[in-house]
């Protein structure tokens, strides 16, 4: 792997801004979509016990994000959905994404979560799947552009 670091972005103001630029600028901004689609009413406050945030920083910029919300009560049993995941283009074919994911998983294990889903964009399908992910249908198309899969597994 790249000599990197996986934080959580919660407690620093600079890595805070960081994450979210990352989120908006490898999700959305490749839609011509507005800053504001970045964003979640579930951000604050930003440390909170349901929601786990992650960032990658590499030569001191933040590379790749990712959101895991908890969900120990859900209908179906403890689970976690997958949010707010994306990488650098140019960060991609050197495992970051893989640890970012791992590392998420990790934290969701530990607080008794044995389950992960999300609405996978169409386009990073393929990773999901080499990850151990099963599509298990049609999601939605968010803003009208961006198509989605529902996947999941068992970690």
Not at 48 to 56: E, K, M, N, Q, Y
Not at 141 to 146: R, S
Request: net charge positive; hydrophobic share 35%.
């Amino acid at each position: 792997l790249p000599s990197m670091l996986i934080l959580s972005p919660t407690a620093n103001d600079d890595l805070w801004r960081g994450y979210l630029a990352c989120r908006y600028r490898t999700l959305y901004q490749p839609f011509s979509l507005p800053e504001s689609c970045g964003h979640s009413d579930a951000d604050t406050p930003r440390d909170r016990p349901d929601i786990l945030h992650a960032a990658v920083v590499s030569d001191q910029q933040v590379v790749a994000c990712g959101r895991m919300d908890l969900q120990p009560n859900h209908a179906k049993g403890p689970r976690a959905q997958l949010r707010y995941f994306g990488l650098d283009e140019s960060q991609r074919g050197r495992g970051i994404a893989q640890a970012l994911l791992k590392h998420l998983e990790d934290r969701a294990r530990e607080r008794g979560i044995g389950h992960v889903w999300m609405e996978a964009r169409v386009a990073a399908a393929g990773f999901y799947a080499r990850s151990g992910y099963i599509d298990v249908g049609e999601g939605p198309t968010k803003w009208g552009v961006i198509p989605h899969r529902i996947m999941e597994r068992t970690i």
